[in-house]
């Protein structure tokens, strides 16, 4: 049964009251996690929350557990984990993104993350976050008009001249010359 946020349980989340975890458990509607109030994950905004009553219930509403505080008492498997770090990045890459901000999202030290995503995925959360800021561009320079700066911007690059440097490092052309071949059927 999901229960209300109150401001008795708002203060158990924000102080990570340890008291509660018997309780309630809350997820958060914009990271897809559900805790125990004692997780010293960092605070979610009030209107993102949800509480339930037992853990089991935040697993049907398809709310994962969190890999810092296990809710469920078992940990989250690693490729379960690195999925859900992947759908972040694939939802947000546009934006600024880096390793500690990933891992507070997904509850989780930088350390660990780094090493597991790399484990798992073969590259590094970085390397992912370029690779599809840079297909991203290359669909943008393929089929819209927008200046490259304005391209740049828009897949989390705001540094046009590291933007082309990066492109070029990871597709062998400018920007420019990737519209260019694309215009003219050369891959």
Known sequence: MELGVTEE?????????ASYDDQFFYAVKTTGIFCRPSCKSKPPRWGNVRIFQQASEAIRE???PCKR???TGQ???????????TNYIDAHYSEKL???HLADMC?????HLHRTFKRIKEMTPVEYIQQKRIDKAKELLAHS???IAAISAEVGVPNTPYFITLFKKTTGQTPS???????????
């Open 75 to 85: 940990r989250l498997p690693d490729r379960e984990w690195v999925a859900q770090i």
């Open 9 to 17: 349980r708002w203060k158990a989340i924000i102080t990570n009251d």
């Open 177 to 187: 010359e990737y519209r260019q071949n694309q215009l003219h059927g050369n891959q």
């Open 98 to 100: 880096t390793l500690a």
């Open 107 to 111: 509850h989780g030290s930088p350390y």
């Open 145 to 147: 008009g927008k200046p």
């Open 62 to 64: 398809e709310f994962r």
């Open 69 to 71: 505080c296990k809710p």
